[in-house]
T-cell receptor
Framework: QKEVEQNSGPLSVPEGAIASLNCTYS??????FFWYRQYSGKSPELIMS????GDKEDGRFTAQLNKASQYVSLLIRDSQPSDSATYLC??????????FGSGTQLTVLP | DAGITQSPRHKVTETGTPVTLRCHQT?????MYWYRQDPGHGLRLIHY???????DKGEVSDGYSVSRSKTEDFLLTLESATSSQTSVYFC??????????????FGPGTRLLVL
């Protein structure tokens, strides 16, 4: 059984701070990793993808991947109240399947 | 939004009744998925389809069946709804993104309450 683990939170950070979200996965053959953001009552939306070890930056978001340690993280710089949401980590598998973590609830305090 | 719609968006039903949820996509995607989302469990795969009439089970398929008679429609049926099937149901499609990886995009969801 493939597992993807996230701290459920809630995680609270003040506005302007860096939010750090972490995810570990069990399947060593996984190749692609994704972060989704889900606002309350809405569907998940893709915000970041990463496939190689190291960092990938997109605006205020940075995804980090360490395949040897089997963890993925998401950093949100200059956090805004609009970043308050649940963040889901997803790991690729066969048949284009994704295995999702249970999500980390982030609250950015004004 | 990857051209995905779900219907109905909200449904209340009684235990023991059959329920069918519909997912419709307009962009000819081959792979389609049904998930349920419950507090503390994240998204769990129910069934998926890799083409017309080609489907397979996911992690939590018991009590659910699916059908795909056309590329654009993927139906999820609860044969005899139970209270444990109260959940939010999301449909998703798989799409290749510019980096070459396949990822998934989600429909708006259906909130189902089984009384």
């Amino acid at each position: 059984q493939k597992e993807v683990e996230q701290n459920s939170g809630p995680l609270s950070v003040p506005e302007g701070a860096i939010a750090s979200l972490n995810c570990t996965y069990s399947d060593r053959v996984s190749q692609s990793f994704f972060w989704y953001r889900q606002y309350s009552g809405k569907s998940p939306e893709l915000i970041m993808s990463i496939y190689s070890n190291g960092d990938k930056e997109d605006g205020r978001f940075t995804a980090q991947l360490n395949k040897a340690s089997q963890y993925v993280s998401l950093l949100i710089r200059d956090s805004q109240p609009s970043d308050s949401a649940t963040y889901l980590c997803a790991v690729s598998g066969s048949a284009r399947q994704l295995t999702f973590g249970s999500g980390t609830q982030l609250t950015v305090l004004p | 939004d990857a051209g995905i719609t779900q219907s109905p968006r909200h449904k209340v039903t009684e235990t023991g009744t059959p329920v069918t949820l519909r997912c419709h996509q307009t962009e000819n995607h081959r792979y389609m998925y049904w998930y349920r989302q419950d507090p503390g469990h994240g998204l769990r795969l129910i069934h998926y389809s890799y083409g017309v009439k080609d489907t397979d089970k996911g992690e939590v398929s018991d009590g659910y069946s699916v059908s795909r008679s056309k590329t654009e429609d993927f139906l999820l049926t609860l044969e005899s709804a139970t209270s444990s099937q109260t959940s939010v149901y999301f449909c998703a499609i798989s799409e290749t993104i510019p980096t070459g990886a396949e990822t998934q995009y989600f429909g708006p969801g259906t909130r189902l309450l089984v009384l």
